[in-house]
């Protein structure tokens, strides 16, 4: 199981410098990559471009881009350019989103949700790849053939539900989770989408499994700390039912919490799961945490 770290995006006069001391950072702990979200704040892509170009060769993720306020082509050709940018050290994650988030904040209907992103991996994949694309679907078009430098990056698929993981298998590179625990990957997601990457003979997908972790001798006052940090993801509708199948009540109760031997004891079993890639985002005891991830990136 390879090692990622969850870039912080912070409050400071200058966030791409900032960005780019974390992506060193990272690089000089022995993390093979470094992820960073897209919300409301910095675009993931041009972050990432900006603050990673002429740095150390790490994988540089974004967990997740959107789909619906971008058209697959326009994604693809800003993903390409930032992979330019890059050297080539692009992994593009993307995600549907929320309903929410979708309909009440930028007013796109979220009707049929595995439907729009079938048509839009049918678009996004090859154009990424620089191939010429012919694509009439019901919601989304495209007649074009992008000449962007930077073709051909991973693209991973922000997947729970059977037909988003069965997407992410047999059409994407693999998936990207969070608020997603060793249960759930061992008894779900890796059966689901290595099932699906093997019947379409492709190979093994990647799990990449985000969580928040903290090493600490007060269980108690980090779950309560990571209840109140991440207690939207409770409320999700997506995340709930992942919770829930963790038989997690709080988003606390599914982060990574312990002393030393019971995180390391939670990172074997994610490995066991199948988990491919584990992207840690410490939110406590940040020195103690890193301590001990850094020395699981070195065995």
Request: with cysteine.
């Amino acid at each position: 199981m390879r090692y990622g770290y969850f870039l912080a995006e912070r409050n400071v006069p200058d966030p791409i410098g900032d960005l780019r001391d974390q992506i060193g950072e990272a690089a000089a702990m022995g993390f093979s990559s470094a992820w960073l979200s897209n919300i409301f704040g910095l675009d993931a892509l041009t972050a990432l471009a900006a603050a990673g170009a002429q740095g150390p060769a790490i994988e540089l993720g974004t967990a997740v881009v959107p789909t619906y306020p971008r058209h697959p082509a326009v994604l693809a050709q800003q993903a390409m350019t930032a992979n330019a940018a890059l050297g080539g050290r692009l992994a593009l994650g993307i995600g549907l989103s929320h309903k929410v988030v979708i309909e009440d904040v930028f007013g796109y209907s979220f009707e049929r949700p595995g439907r729009h992103m079938k048509e839009y991996l049918d678009i996004l994949i090859p154009a990424g790849r620089g191939e010429h694309v012919t694509y009439d679907g019901e919601t989304l078009k495209a007649h074009l053939k992008l000449t962007t430098p930077g073709a051909g990056f991973p693209v991973l698929v922000a997947a729970l539900g059977p037909r988003m993981l069965k997407l992410a298998g047999t059409v994407a590179d693999g998936t990207v989770l969070w608020m997603t625990g060793p249960k759930t990957v061992a008894e779900h997601i890796a059966p689901t989408i290595n099932a699906a990457a093997a019947e379409a003979a492709r190979r093994p997908p990647r799990i990449v499994c985000a969580l928040p972790i903290a090493v600490t001798d007060d269980r108690e006052a980090a779950v309560r700390r990571a209840d109140e940090i991440f207690e939207v993801y409770g409320q999700l509708p997506s995340y709930r039912a992942m919770l829930d199948r963790e038989g997690a009540a709080t988003p606390g109760e599914a982060a990574i919490i312990g002393d030393e031997e019971t995180v390391l004891a939670t990172l074997a079993e994610l490995e066991r799961a199948g988990v491919t890639d584990f992207v840690g985002s410490p939110f406590a005891n940040r020195e103690r945490t890193l301590n001990l991830l850094v020395g699981a990136v070195k065995g």
